[in-house]
């Protein structure tokens, strides 16, 4: 409420009228749309997630009453000590549908530390019947419980409150709370304290759940709702509709959502985005407060939406250059549709059209984060992703380079390998169909390898070239790339005989088939080959990726635009093995590629490709196919090819693979087909686990699950792999010794 009482929000609203007739019409059309499209969760389910977060209440107050007797509490005073389970997110804001996770955050009284929350609570649900897919991650930013409880996904969180017990009245309202608690305990509170205000800022909660309902299908539909790779999350999106809700605070759900693309796509940013006035900080308090005049941090917000909570904070300080390009781009889109919605020229269905991520560019890079282990995997997926809006703002930095889309998902899957040469091309992001279509009953009673990995995906848009200019552009994004795989091998818990990381470039076309929009099956054509995937169509040359480029000229910034990696630049040494990897494309005004080791410029090729030094050179014309649905469709571009010169690997004992490139066959016309990952498509950094450690890790699933190894994977002693195994990918250095010289913390996604 504002200071005299007569609205809610930071102004007077635009419009107090009631909703027009028209608006009720489209509201009961967005409703019926909405339940079509299963955005509701049934009675029975909703009953259940009742029983479900009252057994974990008298589960936190038994954990507290455990904790106090340990620590010589009398038995009353243990059972006083109490315990309390508190909701946030989309549950607690009435928005959450079928299958969504409950958001939740147990606090305790100040003698019950998070170290306890991590070891007895953890204990105790895993004594549970009713829990399975137990995961902690104590070290991240939010330390974070993630469990699944009869069923329903539970996202678990901590803080131990500054006082002596917790009664079951407790309200987190006031700003006491936040008394003598630590920064951790801050953010955990932060949820649920950031819900309860917003839904006490909204005129009318019944029209912003339906506004919000609609608002976060779209989001998710358009594939722009995700917090950490630099898009809106679900609180930014709720602030932004209860902020449209506040300016016609007597609107329908179909009114609001009218107004809400039209005010976004005009607000004059970085002008923040307030549901009230932020409240400064007590005397002597230590708390940060939003504040762009004394942070400069904060002045660098694009797209700043505070928090209404204290102490005020951006929720959309990871939103980049190019995010915020696509989501206005999204914006502008809603607005259109809407405007013919209102005129009947069109319906909420095409509003909530499915995203056209993966048929949008030419061209990908793709991140492949993997591990043979669940639990390792969760976390490592996690850290990889966490560091991906860094690359992107590194990308943008790039010369010729207009636009870095990050994908807002993360692609899981686990594979059952039987050689480590399978692990390693899995590994790398490229499933083989054999691979994909495999059955039980193929692998069973052998010595199998699960492979566990996850792919995110970020897209790439070329600045149009001037027609005017005869120069060569080159886009180069080995030194990023190099930086990126660099930083989160840094993080402190990266195991390199389990973890692999591998950054790739990929053309439209030769996208993996779990992601191709066009793959209407789950079961991709098998290639003729394990390692490359041969394509049925006529293979065109791609040009060069050359590797004496300076890394200093490859970007427009320093290299300072890594906060946070660890130490040097971390770029690849030309001639180096990691460095053979595609790195540089050079665009020039024709339509004719030339495939190089040198780094020459013929002048009538597009693109200049180099992969190893080897001596080699080709020159095939080709022109450009026009792709409507891509963006990239006018700059006349040849197809994206990889050059691939044959390999030898060379292995010292107890150290990593690195693969050495050798000239190709004299009879080697054409090279392999798009999508391989080879020395032409794998960037600087990306490295896999050796195969004698993936050969250990079957060996240890094996023995897990209560069998001994029975393939060829082994000898009877167990120590010697299979020859099969001896060969990995060309164009990735296989992980050695690795020193890690800088932690970071962990973010579960």
Sequence with gaps: MSSNGAYLGVTPPISTDPPSDRHKQITESLMTELKARNVFESAEDARLREVVLSKLNQIVKEFVYRVSKMKKFSEAMAREAGGKIFTFGSYRLGVHGPGADIDTLAVAPQHVKREDFFSVMESMLRERPEVEELTSVPEAWVPIMKLKFQGVEVDLLFASLNMPNVPDNLSLESNDILKNVDEQAQRSLNGSRVTDEILRLVPNVLV??????????????????????GFCGGVAWAMLVARICQLYPNECAGGIISRFFVILLKWPWPLPIKLKQI???????????????????????????????????????????????????????????????????ADWSELFETHDFFSRYRYYLQITASSVDPDVQLKWSGTVESKIRLLVKSLELVDTLSLAHPFVDGIDRISYCLTTEESHVVMSGEIPADIASRTKEEYDGKDVLRVHTTSFFIGLMVEPKDPTSTQTRRLDIAYPTAEFTKLVKAWDRFEQDKMGIVVRHVKVSALPF????????????????LKRAKQEKS????????TGVSPAKRLRASPSSFAGSAGGSGTPEPGSSS????????????????????????????FEYAGSNNGDSRSTPATAPQTPQTELATLGISKLRTSTPTTTTTTTPGSSQVLSSLP?????????????????NAMPGSVLPSAESLTTAAQAQASAAGDAPTGTGSTANGNI??????????????????????AHTTVAR
């Design 514 to 529: 779990y992601c191709r929009p066009s793959t209407k099956s789950t079961k991709p054509v098998k290639p003729k080959s």
């Design 579 to 606: 460095y053979r990897s595609a790195s540089t494309i050079s665009l020039t005004p024709a339509s004719s590629a030339v495939l190089s080791s040198n780094g020459s410029t013929t002048g009538t090729s597009p």
């Design 664 to 680: 190709p066959p004299a009879g080697l016309v054409d090279p392999p087909g798009e999508g391989a990952v080879t020395a032409g």
């Design 539 to 546: 293979v065109e040359p791609n040009g060069i990726i050359e």
């Design 208 to 229: 912003f759940r339906d506004a919000l309902r609609a608002i976060k299908l779209w989001a998710k539909r358009r594939a722009i709702y995700s917090n950490v790779v």
């Design 721 to 742: 792999p299979d020859p099969h195994f001896a060969n990995g990918i060309p164009g990735i250095a296989h992980q050695g010794n690795n020193e890690n010289t800088m």
């Design 279 to 345: 409240e400064d900080a007590p005397p002597g308090s230590q708390i940060k407060i939003w504040n762009p005049e004394i942070y400069s941090g904060d002045k660098a917000h694009r797209m700043p939406i505070i928090t209404p909570a204290f102490p005020s904070m951006c929720s959309t300080h990871n939103v980049s250059c190019s995010t915020q390009a696509i989501m206005t781009k999204e914006f502008k889109r809603g607005a259109d549709i809407i405007d013919r919605i209102v005129v009947r020229s």
